[in-house]
């Protein structure tokens, strides 16, 4: 349990084709304690009833722009969060596709075709993860490190078989338990490697 008269400020953030009722839960429950918020939902959802919490509607499961800037203001929370802050991450089920925010010298349209074909191999959902998560500056811990040294709290519905952490949504606030290596084995395994973009490969090689 938390003290919520221990922080200054409360953010909402996250993303997943639940995050948007989890969104109305919890401002129903804080209101205006929280200060801001920002949450990524497919673009088939319907308009949500908050005030304090903004969302993005983004594509799924194949990302797009729409999801790079949800993803970009996410972060940028994230970043202005102070040690005395909370932050509230909802995540659920699709957030790896609807968070998208591509590494450095990699291209959305790069990730996007990687993420197509992993999706067309018969690649499972862990093994999807684990490509997305090493071409990626959100998924993977990258997000718990932007908003270090805030306390982060995380409330998830899993949409993955044994509830691994760091696979639901890609884990972008818990620590990667796959290496950049594990990436490169998943796409020779069903034979992409050969297709793989420059971008990715040299980011994957690269580690």
Avoid at 20 to 40: H, V
Avoid at 86 to 95: A, E, K
């Amino acid at each position: 349990s938390f003290n919520l008269d221990d922080f200054k400020n409360i953010f909402v953030v996250g993303g997943g084709k639940a995050s948007g009722s989890m969104a109305e839960a919890i401002e129903e429950l804080l209101g205006d304690r929280i200060k801001d918020g920002a949450i990524n939902v497919p673009y088939a959802y319907p308009a949500y009833e908050t005030k304090r919490v903004k969302f993005e509607h983004a594509s799924h499961p194949v990302p797009d722009i729409a999801g790079v800037k949800g993803a970009k203001r996410i972060l940028d929370l994230a970043s202005q969060a102070e040690e005395n802050d909370l932050i509230i991450c909802l995540l659920s089920g699709g957030g790896s596709s609807l968070m998208p925010q591509p590494s450095a010298g990699v291209s959305l349209r790069d990730k996007r075709r990687v993420t197509d074909a992993l999706l067309k191999s018969g690649a499972t959902i862990n093994e999807i993860n684990v490509v997305r998560k090493h071409i990626s500056a959100f998924k993977g811990g990258w997000l718990a490190k932007r908003a270090y040294p805030a306390t982060v709290v995380n409330l998830i519905l899993s949409d993955v078989v044994g509830d691994p952490l760091d696979s639901i949504a890609s884990g972008p606030t818990v620590p990667d338990s796959s290496t950049f290596q594990d990436a490169i084995e998943v796409l020779k395994r069903y034979g992409l490697w050969s297709k793989t973009p420059t971008s990715v490969k040299k980011a994957l090689l690269s580690g």
